[in-house]
């Protein structure tokens, strides 16, 4: 009779080895500051966040466009000077895959206090 020993026997299926790719790595974009909706009665407001190491990131306004790059932590803080009224504020990574991610706030900025 014989003795069949699968232990020592290559799988025929390569599925059975294992994954055969790494596990997708998501493209991380949180902004703390500012809150949306936030009133400020100040001409600067603080744009902070947190995104991968190294990553370009592109700050929007109506009338500003601005690039800088994040921290080896990932974080990320620029002071952003407002127009009176309503300024629209958006954030955005992008990686070397072509993917993207975007963070919009609305911050309102009036000369005098309510």
């Not at 000077?81 to 629209?88: A, M, P, S, T």
């Amino acid at each position: 009779y014989y003795i069949v020993n699968n232990q020592y026997q290559k799988p025929k299926n390569l599925f059975l080895n294992g994954p055969v790719t790494t596990l997708p790595k998501s493209l991380l974009l949180n902004l703390d500051q500012p809150d949306q909706d936030a009133l400020s009665f100040s001409s600067s407001i603080i744009v902070s966040g947190k995104t991968g190491p190294k990553k370009d990131v592109l700050i929007s306004t109506d009338t500003n466009d601005l690039v800088i790059q994040s921290k080896i932590d990932g974080s990320f803080s620029v002071v952003l000077d407002l127009d009176e009224g309503i300024n629209r504020i958006a954030v955005a990574v992008f990686d070397l895959n072509g993917d993207s991610r975007v963070a919009e706030r609305t911050v309102y900025f009036s000369k005098e206090k309510i």
